[in-house]
């Protein structure tokens, strides 16, 4: 089992910035992709960013490429998604999980196992 604390959320306005952090604790935090989901009102969750378990590799979604930044400390089971020139359509709950050894794609939802209580983040114009 791993438990995933998400913080950092909050009101923002737009071009401003947001750090949002995942504490992990349970099993070794460092065997695990983590990946940063969002869902706004009234639509599904989707995928933001990734972070691969050893490498490092990352992934993002194309709505935040070049203005996200997906991070990890091992040493302090925690990982981190830094978020600038914010606006409104990146406003949602932030959900931070934990993917196993599965072998599936870190871009979907369905391949985490675990999964943080989400954090509000709004972008007000």
């Known amino acids: 089992q791993v438990q995933l604390v998400e913080s950092g959320g909050g009101l923002v306005q737009a071009g401003g910035s947001l750090r949002l952090s995942c504490a992990a604790s349970g099993r070794a935090f460092s065997n695990y992709a983590m990946g940063w989901f969002r869902q706004a009102p009234g639509k599904e969750r989707v995928f933001v960013a990734a972070?691969?378990?050893?490498?490092?590799?990352?992934y993002y979604a194309e709505s935040v490429k070049g203005r996200f930044t997906i991070s990890r400390d091992n040493t302090k089971s925690s990982g981190y998604l830094q978020m600038n020139i914010l606006n409104t359509e990146d406003t949602a709950v932030y959900y931070c999980?934990?993917?196993?050894?599965?072998?599936?794609?870190?871009?979907?939802?369905?391949?985490?196992?675990?999964w943080g209580q989400g954090t509000q983040v709004t972008v007000s114009s």
């Open positions: 999980a934990a993917q196993p050894h599965n072998g599936l794609t870190p871009l979907e939802a369905r391949s985490y196992a675990y």
């Open positions: 972070i691969t378990w050893s490498v490092g590799w990352t």
